[in-house]
Nanobody
Framework: VTLVESGGGLVQPGGSLRLSCAAS????????MSWYRQAPGKERELVAR????????NYADSVKGRFTISRDNAKNTVYLQMNSLKPEDTAVYYC?????????WGQGTQVTVSS
């Protein structure tokens, strides 16, 4: 299983970013996918989750109404559209899946929200 995130960067407060996670090594359309984040000095936290077919999504309260998780099963890719970004969204964002009971993580992509 390999997960590769991209799309992070520096953005001003109120701006937008779209993260992507390219997956390989497993049957992508069978498994749910998640985005987590970890800010300096804090524990890793769940940001959003999407079911295998994309019909069900869940979000952390802190990002509801601002972030949207989606997936393209034809491209083996999951996305995180982040709008109205705040300085407190600054973190390393990780893609995650659980395959046959084992957790897999990408290398992470840095998102920095600052003026």
């Amino acid at each position: 299983v390999t997960l590769v995130e991209s799309g992070g960067g520096l953005v001003q407060p109120g701006g937008s970013l779209r993260l992507s996670c390219a997956a390989s090594g497993f049957t992508f359309n069978v498994y749910g996918m998640s985005w987590y984040r970890q800010a300096p000095g804090k524990e890793r936290e769940l940001v959003a989750r999407i079911s295998s077919a994309g019909g069900r999504t869940n979000y952390a309260d802190s990002v509801k109404g601002r972030f949207t998780i989606s997936r393209d099963n034809a491209k083996n890719t999951v996305y995180l559209q982040m709008n109205s970004l705040k300085p407190e969204d600054t973190a390393v964002y990780y893609c995650n899946t659980k395959v046959r009971g084992d957790d897999y993580w990408g290398q992470g992509t840095q998102v920095t929200v600052s003026s």
